[in-house]
T-cell receptor
Framework: KAGVTQTPRYLIKTRGQQVTLSCSPI?????VSWYQQTPGQGLQFLFEYFSETQRNKGNFPGRFSGRQFSNSRSEMNVSTLELGDSALYLCASSLAPGVAGGNEQFFGPGTRLTVL | DQQVKQNSPSLSVQEGRISILNCDYTNSMFDYFLWYKKYPAEGPTFLIS?????DKNEDGRFTVFLNKSAKHLSLHIVPSQPGDSAVYFC??????????FGKGTTLSVSS
């Protein structure tokens, strides 16, 4: 069974540009969550989607947005990039929302975004 | 305000000894706690979890202890192996909300 895949793996953008990152969950998984990892802040939650609906949203500005498609694939978009957006963006998938009761989240390898 | 704190950025242990990684939390409504391990260039991997109604969960060399009165949990790795060298993240969950991670502790196990 293929794991969570994220594309692209590496990305370099300049300030003011926008970027779209893609995540394909494990087959059969309908919940997708996005996280931002930076050296100083650890993993910070961005969004959670289930059945094309956003269930939870983290404390990020409106420049960060996401969506989920009917095949459970998800994209996140960051507009008007800032230097501080440089980070590893991780996607995780699970059968259902949340993590209790053995509903494990499986993470992809991440997309490394560098903003110059 | 950080709800999940890992106050030790790094920990060095000799092979065969015990590694103890600590985590504190502030939200008493958390009902599930998890530990993840992360190697460079890979996403985090689930390691072990514990429900708030328990105080201990064991899986092979890994044991997680939960002290609800102190709002503290710890991960014990016995015996530590060089392959355990990684970043360990503590995470907490409240039903209906998102998973909250600590900033991580880098464990180095020397042979």
């Amino acid at each position: 069974k293929a794991g969570v895949t994220q594309t692209p793996r590496y990305l370099i953008k300049t300030r003011g540009q926008q970027v779209t990152l893609s995540c394909s969950p494990i087959s059969g998984h309908r919940s997708v969550s996005w996280y931002q990892q930076t050296p100083g802040q650890g993993l910070q939650f961005l969004f959670e989607y289930f059945s094309e609906t956003q269930r939870n949203k983290g404390n990020f500005p409106g420049r960060f947005s996401g969506r989920q498609f009917s095949n459970s694939r998800s994209e996140m978009n960051v507009s008007t990039l800032e230097l501080g957006d440089s980070a590893l963006y991780l996607c995780a998938s699970s059968l259902a929302p949340g993590v209790a009761g053995g509903n494990e989240q499986f993470f992809g390898p991440g997309t490394r975004l560098t903003v110059l | 305000d950080q709800q999940v704190k890992q106050n030790s950025p790094s920990l060095s242990v000799q092979e065969g000894r015990i590694s103890i990684l600590n985590c504190d939390y502030t939200n008493s409504m958390f009902d599930y706690f998890l530990w993840y391990k992360k190697y460079p260039a890979e996403g985090p991997t689930f390691l072990i979890s514990i429900s708030s109604i328990k105080d201990k969960n064991e899986d092979g060399r890994f044991t997680v202890f939960l002290n609800k009165s102190a709002k503290h949990l710890s991960l014990h790795i016995v015996p530590s192996q060089p392959g355990d060298s990684a970043v360990y993240f503590c995470a907490a969950y409240q039903a209906g909300t998102a998973l909250i991670f600590g900033k991580g502790t880098t464990l180095s196990v020397s042979s």
